[in-house]
Nanobody
Framework: QVQLVESGGGLVQPGGSLRLSCAASGIIFSNYAMTWYRQAPGKQREFVATMSSGGSTSYANSVKGRFTISRDNANNTVYLQMNSLKPEDTAVYYC?????????WGKGTLVTVSS
């Protein structure tokens, strides 16, 4: 059974940092491209950052230079380090695993940036 479990969300002040984690099970993790998406209240889900199985990365313009995606294949975990957080980063953050025709989602973790 495939599971993606996000953690690390919470309330943080503007300018603060958080590190999100997504632990995967039931998949050959190293095969999968791992991606973070987010969905703010009343908005559509949007792409945040991705890391391919080979380690290539890509970021949304809105987070470039502030967020860093990384992965630990030995522990089947992908991370999202978020620095210099802004109120507009407030959203539920979702982890996605994709390989060939297999597309898996976690249930999300809430990040609230507010003073």
């Amino acid at each position: 059974q495939v599971q993606l479990v996000e953690s690390g969300g919470g309330l943080v002040q503007p300018g603060g940092s958080l590190r999100l984690s997504c632990a995967a099970s039931g998949i050959i993790f190293s095969n999968y491209a791992m991606t973070w998406y987010r969905q703010a209240p009343g908005k559509q889900r949007e792409f945040v950052a991705t890391m391919s199985s080979g380690g290539s990365t890509s970021y949304a313009n809105s987070v470039k230079g502030r967020f860093t995606i990384s992965r630990d294949n030995a522990n089947n975990t992908v991370y999202l380090q978020m620095n210099s957080l802004k109120p507009e980063d407030t959203a539920v953050y979702y982890c996605n695993a994709y390989w060939r025709n297999m597309n898996k989602w976690g249930k999300g973790t809430l990040v609230t940036v507010s003073s």
